[in-house]
């Protein structure tokens, strides 16, 4: 995500295309995500059931069929479009007269020095960190969490109902963006997710949570899109890349931490729930902030913008929090 994303952002910036735009080609790309992910999933399916799990030959180890199929055709895929990258796609370095005079340690390190001056970066990556943490921990709890003893639903299927809702979420969030901001898009989306998977920590109805999940999964369509307008517009050309894969850190670590103790399903999505809910108090931040009139794009120099914006909250009497 992090390098498509910063890819795509560098590349509508050097074409001149009007940086309005941005909203809608990141709702049209996850839009289309979500579509060949309804394609995939149905796909997957269908691979699965071609042939069962059986060994390439007596006695390996490297086994063909079953629930092998899906990933063996992803690879397919995949080499495909690789392919495709290569041939049709430009290669683009952000800024680069930086990249041309700094070593990766260097760009690490202004990276770690833009996080620590500027709150309104470190609050976007507490939101990344925790709502994307969440979803990774559902994407491995929502299949037990629907499989009733001795049932084997058709989880493909499934998956592909997700992605319709996903699907619903982007187009959603490009009739929405045109008339709201995307922090506060942000904010009820990420009290809506909390909602959705605050249910099925106490539920045992495999028609509530399937309900819950189809929400949970309007809201991931939604968070896509205008996540990656709003770190569009805060996070400088010349860091993008590296501040995107820091946000990254937290997250694999939260994920971790969640799947290696083998919760339970309350313990789960209660966690997920109350990550969800401090995403939401970090976007409700930033928003703030930006109510304030905080903007890395206004022209002023990075470490003196957050000051401006503090000076500013300040003479208008508000507490900042």
């Known amino acids: 995500f992090s390098t498509f994303e910063s890819w795509l952002v560098c590349e509508h910036n050097a074409r001149g295309y009007d940086p309005q735009w941005i909203s809608g080609t990141f709702s049209l790309a996850y839009f289309g995500n979500s579509l060949m992910a309804i394609k995939a999933g149905i796909l997957a399916e269908a691979s699965a059931e071609v042939a069962p799990l059986h060994p390439s030959a007596e006695g390996s180890s490297v086994h063909f069929g079953g629930f092998t199929a899906p990933f063996d055709v992803s690879a397919f895929v995949l080499v495909i479009l690789t392919i495709a990258i290569l ?61 009733g003893e001795g049932d084997k639903p058709p989880y493909g299927l499934i998956f592909s109902t997700f992605m319709v809702a996903a699907m619903c979420g982007s187009s959603l969030f490009g009739i929405v963006s045109n008339s709201m901001r995307a922090e506060s898009i942000l904010l009820f989306t990420f009290i809506g997710a909390a909602a959705a998977l605050a249910i099925p920590a106490v539920s045992s109805s495999v028609a509530i949570n399937m309900f819950c999940f189809l929400v949970f999964e309007t809201c991931v369509g939604i968070y896509f899109p205008a996540m990656g307008m709003l770190k569009s517009q805060l996070v400088p050309e010349e860091v993008r890349a590296t501040v995107y894969n820091i946000f990254r850190v937290p997250l694999n670590l939260i994920v971790l931490g969640v799947l290696l103790n083998s919760l339970s399903q309350f313990e789960a999505f209660a966690i997920c729930a109350s990550m969800l809910a401090v995403s939401a108090v970090c976007i409700l931040n930033l928003s703030r902030m930006r109510a304030h009139g905080y903007s890395v794009r206004s022209g002023a120099k990075k470490e003196t913008v957050m000051d401006d914006a503090v000076a500013q909250a300040a003479s208008s009497g508000d507490e900042w929090s």
Do not use: Q
């Not at 340690?105 to 609050?123: N, T, V």
């Open 87 to 147: 041939a049709l796609w430009n290669e683009n370095y952000g800024n680069m007269r930086a990249t041309a005079t700094t070593s990766a340690s260097e760009e690490l390190w202004k990276a770690l020095r833009a996080l620590s001056r500027d709150r309104a970066i470190l609050l976007l990556g507490c939101a990344i960190s925790t709502f994307e943490g969440s979803m990774y921990v559902f994407v491995f709890k929502w299949t037990p969490t629907l499989t």
